[in-house]
Every structure is written in structure tokens, then in C-alpha cells.
């Protein structure tokens, strides 16, 4: 890794120091302090983030105490955390190293690809932290944020069909979006499409006026929302005018073979097992499918079943096909959506046949 930073035992700097929020851990805990030390000190203000914001998060998570003098951070608290911590910093160091952008998101990222290493006896990781898995378009560098979201990208590379479901704000639309973006810029598809099921969410829309287009764009506009995210303004609008890129009702896919395209079907819970089939049989040679829904958000309406779980179940064990399962901990928009998110599981909606 591009500008590493050393690690040394050393007594605890005092310079600026860290944002004021501790934990009783990490006061209270731990010997000796660790002391790590960065090579370039504009990189380590990135890290660190506006008011120590980032260090601040590192702290409460791990309960660890850190105290910033110059290009050096010293940690003390319990000798795991410590080690965990010197990880987590070194790595985002690195990320910030290779052009990225570090906020509180990545950091909590980090620690939570870090929770999941048991460290050895001696409390320091033997081989390092396990890397979060990345996708890079010309505009954007997209980094998992979970280990689910790390197991998710690696699967897409290596299945031709796979299965995200999991609850709201957990990355599964957008990183499919992500992936399949940074393809076809490196040319490893030729094009890309994108659908869904032009199901109203438990509202009448009555009749939308326009064209076509306008008339199922509100279905699709998340679609375009992570589409100009990770792509160039031009270089999406000229995508659509070519036919390179491609956003269409789920009905438009019928009677079609979807060849050299990475082909990603969302909020697939609301399509019926006719449908979901119909979809699937669409994938040509040299494609990729990615099939992304919440089960428990399903809009269909009564007397219609949901195809989605369905289809996992019928397709599982069959070469070449996945299925990644996110949960309420894989939730990364912002911690409050997570708490609503584990509100409703534990008490769904009474009178609604979804929860």
C-alpha cells in the first residue's frame, strides 16, 4: 500500500487532539499507548475529517481514546482495540492515498469490515484487516461499507446470475448500478439495462400524462438517480440516446435475448413467479443478471404473490447463481434508517398485508 504508515510504541502526543466524545473504555482501559505515524499531513487532516469528526467515530465504536500531535496518532485503550484501530486508520490512509474520499460513512465502514476479524492471542491482527471490495468508474471509486456488501461485489464478479435481497438503504441497488457502470466503461459488456416492475407503492397515481418515457419514468427514476451517481452527466444521457444504457419497464423485456449486457432487475419483489421467470429466461451470451428486492416491501396487489423468494429457492445450488442476503446491519444510508428498519421488523404494520 501507497504511503503506509509505521506503527511504534510511544507515549501519548498532545497537540490538537481529538474530538471531545470518549467512551468510558477507552479512558479507562489499556496500557502502553500505540502511536501510529502517517507520511503526509494533508492526507492525515482528511482522515481525520472537519473537527475530528472521523477520529471522534473511531473512538466510540472501538473504545479506544485517540489524541492527534502532527502527523502522529496515539491510541490507548484495550490492547484488540488498539491493534483493530491502528488497522482501520491505516487502511482509510491508504484509500485517501489512492484518491478517495474519507467521511464518518467510510470510517464506520471500515470498523464494521473490522468487526468480523477475530484478532490472534496477542490481540493484533496476524495478516491485516480483510479489504473491502471496490468498483471504480472515471467519476466515482465505490467501496463496500459491510462485509455483506464486500461478499456482494466479489459475487458479481464471479456469478452470471446473482440475488440481493435484504431491507431498504443497504447498498444493493446502487452497488449493481456501480458494478455494472464501472463494466461497461472498462468494456467488459457492451451494454446496459436497467428495469423494474412499473408497480405503484400502495398509491393511485391515476393517469400521467407525456410520452412513453415520461409516462414510466417515476417507476424508474431511482434507476437514474444511482445511474448519474457513479457515471458522467454526458456519458449517461449519451448511453441513452444510443441505446448503450437502457432503462425500461420490466414489461418491456418480454419476448427479448439480452446478450453482452449487464442486465439488473430491481425492486424484483414486486414482480409475480411468471414474471420473475420470464426475466430470468431473457439472459444471453457473455451477460450478467443482478436481481435486487426487499421481500417484506412487497406492493403487488391482493391475490398476486411475490416470484422473488420463490425463484432464490427453485435456483439455489445451480452453478454460476448466488444469493446475498442483506440484514438490518448491512444498513448504510445514515444509523437512524437501521433503527427504523429494526422498529418495523419487531413490530410490523398491523392491518397491512407487507409489514
Request: aromatic share 4%; proline share 6%; with cysteine.
Amino acid at each position: 500500500m501507497t504511503n503506509k504508515a509505521s506503527i511504534r510504541k510511544a507515549p501519548l502526543g498532545r497537540g490538537r487532539g481529538a474530538a471531545p466524545k470518549r467512551s468510558a473504555a477507552a479512558i479507562n482501559g489499556g496500557g502502553e499507548p500505540i502511536v501510529v505515524y502517517f507520511d503526509d499531513l494533508r492526507l492525515v487532516r482528511d482522515l481525520l475529517g472537519d473537527y475530528d469528526a472521523n477520529l471522534a467515530v473511531l473512538e466510540d465504536r472501538l473504545g479506544v481514546e485517540a489524541v492527534v500531535n502532527g502527523n502522529a496518532v496515539s491510541l490507548r485503550g484495550p490492547e484488540a482495540s488498539c491493534a483493530t484501530a491502528k488497522s482501520v486508520l491505516e487502511q482509510l490512509y491508504g484509500r485517501l492515498a489512492q484518491g478517495e474520499t474519507i467521511g464518518v460513512g467510510e470510517v464506520v465502514g471500515a470498523i464494521r469490515h473490522a468487526r468480523v476479524f477475530d484478532p490472534g492471542e496477542g490481540g493484533e491482527p496476524a495478516k491485516g484487516l480483510p479489504e473491502a471490495q471496490q468498483v471504480r468508474t472515471r467519476k466515482r471509486l465505490v467501496t463496500a461499507r459491510t462485509p455483506a456488501q464486500s461478499a456482494y461485489l466479489a459475487s458479481l464478479q464471479r456469478n452470471d446470475l446473482v440475488f440481493a435481497t435484504g431491507p431498504a438503504g443497504t447498498g444493493k441497488t446502487y452497488l449493481a448500478v456501480a458494478f455494472a457502470a464501472a463494466c461497461l466503461e472498462s468494456g467488459k459488456c457492451d451494454r446496459l439495462i436497467l428495469s423494474r416492475p412499473a408497480v405503484e407503492a400502495g398509491e393511485r397515481l391515476g393517469f400521467l400524462p407525456g410520452d412513453m418515457r415520461e409516462k414510466v419514468d417515476p417507476y424508474l427514476r431511482p434507476l437514474y438517480d444511482a445511474l448519474y451517481d457513479v457515471l458522467a452527466p454526458e456519458r449517461v444521457e449519451r448511453g441513452l440516446a444510443s441505446g448503450v444504457i437502457e432503462i425500461a419497464p420490466l414489461a418491456f423485456m418480454r419476448g427479448r435475448t439480452l446478450s453482452h449486457a449487464i442486465v439488473i432487475l430491481d425492486e424484483a419483489q414486486n414482480c409475480t413467479p411468471v414474471q420473475i421467470k420470464m426475466f430470468l429466461t431473457r439472459l444471453g451470451d457473455e451477460s450478467k443478471m443482478i436481481v435486487t428486492g426487499d421481500p417484506t416491501q412487497v406492493d403487488l396487489p391482493p391475490g398476486k404473490d411475490s416470484g422473488l423468494l420463490e425463484a432464490i429457492k427453485l435456483l439455489k445450488g445451480i452453478e454460476e447463481i448466488d444469493h446475498i442476503a442483506f440484514t438490518r446491519a448491512d444498513v448504510v444510508r445514515r444509523e437512524l434508517v437501521g433503527k427504523i428498519v429494526d422498529a418495523y421488523e419487531t413490530a410490523p404494520l398491523k392491518g397491512e398485508r407487507n409489514g
